[in-house]
């Protein structure tokens, strides 16, 4: 059983339509990261946060809207998605986070959202 | 060329076969990576290892840093050992992947 649950693990959206992605984590970590991976591509880091500051946003267009309200909690609000934004949505949490030169810590994996824009 | 490279991209092998699945990283890293991925999605962290070797039960990676080379090592293979297999290099504050490879082991 993993300590990173997502909701919901399937979701079909129309181009027009809002929703959101739900990620939590039960293991009293303090980072949190969200990740796209598209077909044939490597994983693509889209946001970290850090005790409930957001600390990276990889270049993501701003139909991602991303929502730490405490550290055992992180959302995923979509709005005019393109089909192209069709993916696997993964999120992570690490005890804290890592940095070069420092400590690195142990991603743990949710078991995504594979999200369909129509 | 991406910063984190992985061979062979698919491997096919029979049930008992030893396993090799390398890694090279061209930028510098604190850490290194393995993860293994299933069919429909789920990830699961194998190793994190800065210097020499980490075994697990039948799984064993090793990283040479002044090569910038990782290998992951699967002894016995067996069917259920089939995913993708992804190395990450931990860099400033985020992982860089490796496209991954895919394991498939036939009974």
């Known amino acids: 059983e993993t300590g990173v649950t997502q909701t919901p693990r399937h979701l079909v959206m129309g181009m027009t339509n809002k929703k959101s992605l739900k990620c939590e984590q039960h293991?009293?970590?303090?980072?949190m990261y969200w990740y796209k991976q598209s077909a044939k591509k490597p994983l693509e880091l889209m946001f970290v946060?850090?005790?409930?500051?957001?600390?990276e946003n990889n270049s993501v267009p701003s139909r991602f809207s991303p929502e730490c309200p405490n550290s055992s909690h992180l959302f995923l609000h979509l709005h005019t998605l393109q089909p192209e934004d069709s993916a696997l949505y993964l999120c992570?949490?690490?005890?804290?986070?890592?940095?070069?030169?420092?400590?690195?810590?142990?991603?743990?994996f949710g078991p995504g959202t594979r999200l369909t824009v129509t | 060329k991406n910063e984190v490279e992985q061979s062979p991209q698919n491997l096919t092998a029979q049930e008992g076969e030893f396993i090799t699945i390398n890694c090279s990283y061209s930028?510098?890293?604190?850490?290194l990576h393995w993860l293994q991925q299933h069919p429909g999605g789920g990830i699961v962290s194998l190793f994190m290892?800065?210097?020499g070797k980490k075994k697990h039960g039948r799984l064993i990676a090793t990283i040479n840093i002044q090569e910038k080379h990782s290998s992951l090592h699967i002894t016995a293979s067996h069917p259920r050992d089939s995913a993708v297999y992804i190395c990450?290099?931990?860099?400033?504050?985020?992982?860089?992947f490796g496209q991954g490879t895919r394991l498939t082991i036939n009974p």
């Open positions: 990450a290099g931990q860099g400033a504050q985020k992982l860089v």
């Open positions: 930028v510098g890293i604190s850490a």
């Open positions: 992570a949490s690490s005890q804290k986070l890592s940095f070069f030169d420092s400590a690195s810590y142990e991603q743990y």
């Open positions: 946060y850090s005790l409930e500051e957001r600390v």
């Open positions: 290892l800065s210097s």
């Open positions: 293991l009293g970590h303090n980072a």
